[in-house]
């Protein structure tokens, strides 16, 4: 019979130990199941967080990209506008010497002169320069030689002739000049 109590009693001392060890997981988990949730909570309130954040920089990106558009759009009409707007006291000067039927060859000529002046005023306030003089160095950046002749007296590569001045704003060429060359 002690084997039997043994034997009996064996099985309940591993019975209690086993119960205790499973109610002491069984609380744990609990509390892990809370701090879990709780982590999970705040992780998912962080994501809805950055994603908001996320959503609104990009809209606020949409929303300048269209800004700058329409802004880029409305400096270049500006621009445009005042340049134009600048050159309407030539155009006026043009149909006056247009519409005076009787003038003499001097009149029209010293209108236009004083039309040509305007417009060269125009020109300069915004920068434009003319270049393309006979006797500049010739360069095949800024002129664009159509003829070439054999000259002595100059030397070779040498603007011999111009035909069309060249426009430049800055450095940014226009047009060209449009030369005679020496060789």
Known sequence: MAKKTVDNNTPEEEKAPKEKVEEQPAEETAEEKT??????????AELAAQKEAYMRLAAEYDN???????????????????????????????????????????????GVEMTHTQLTDVFKNYGVETFGEPGDQFDPNIHNAVMHVDDESLEANTVAEVFQKGYKINEKILRPAMVKVAN
């Open 35 to 44: 701090a879990e949730q709780t982590a999970e909570e705040k992780f998912v």
């Open 64 to 110: 300048f990209r269209k800004r700058t558009i329409k802004e880029k759009g409305e400096s270049f009409t500006n621009a445009k506008a005042t340049v134009f707007a600048d050159l309407l006291p030539v155009l006026d000067n043009f149909d006056r010497a247009l519409s005076t039927e009787e003038s003499s060859l001097e009149d029209f000529r010293k």
